[in-house]
T-cell receptor
């Protein structure tokens, strides 16, 4: 059984650019959630995808968008990057929208300069 | 609105001493409460959830709806318990986990 894998592990982007982060969910999981963790803070919910549809969203602007694919892997896209977008981005997968708990990936560290 | 408060950023205890990591929440409905732990250089992992009422690695947590608390306790701390601990809430009608800012536990010999 494989866990949640995220790529890349680290990324440096310039303000105004666009970035795509990727997540492979754990085998058997059909739900993926994305979180942003700023330095010294707890993770903050961005959105969740269940069976390829976004079915929950936190307090993040529309320039944060995502996709879930038929194999339940997912992408997080951020347009028009701002310095405050610098954070650790965590992906969590689960079965049926959190039933049985969430499995987290190791995260992608995004630095915006 | 949902809110999770972990009042201590850092908690330092000696090995063998009891430890209590505090978590208070605000939510008008019936929440689901979790404790997650992150050891150095490892990913965030579930430690325990209130609905399962189990003890993991000697840790327990009881949901106190009157005090809106879900404190994490262990009677005898071990050095390997040193980690970052996050309390999280999920609304009964939602899917998102709402995390506190975390408490860094340091257990010294």
């Amino acid at each position: 059984e494989t866990g949640v894998t995220q790529s890349p592990t680290h990324l440096i982007k310039t303000r105004g650019q666009q970035v795509t982060l990727r997540c492979s969910s754990q085998s058997g999981h059909n739900t993926v959630s994305w979180y942003q963790q700023a330095l010294g803070q707890g993770p903050q919910f961005i959105f969740q995808y269940y069976r390829e549809e976004e079915n929950g969203r936190g307090n993040f602007p529309p320039r944060f968008s995502g996709l879930q694919f038929p194999n339940y892997s997912s992408e997080l896209n951020v347009n028009a990057l701002e310095l405050d977008d610098s954070a650790l981005y965590l992906c969590a997968s689960s079965f049926n929208q959190g039933f049985g708990g969430y499995t987290f990936g190791s995260g992608t560290r995004l630095t915006v300069v | 609105a949902q809110r999770v408060t972990q009042p201590e950023k850092l908690l330092s205890v000696f090995k063998g001493a009891p430890v209590e990591l505090k978590c208070n929440y605000s939510y008008s409905g019936s929440p689901e409460l979790f404790w997650y732990v992150q050891y150095s250089r490892q990913r965030l992992q579930l430690l325990l959830r209130h609905i399962s009422r189990e003890s993991i690695k000697g840790f327990t947590a009881d949901l106190n709806k009157g005090e809106t608390s879900f404190h994490l306790k262990k009677p005898f701390a071990q050095e390997e318990d040193s980690a970052m601990y996050y309390c999280a809430l999920r609304a009964n009608s939602g899917y998102a986990l709402n995390f506190g800012k975390g408490t860094s536990l340091l257990v010294t010999p």
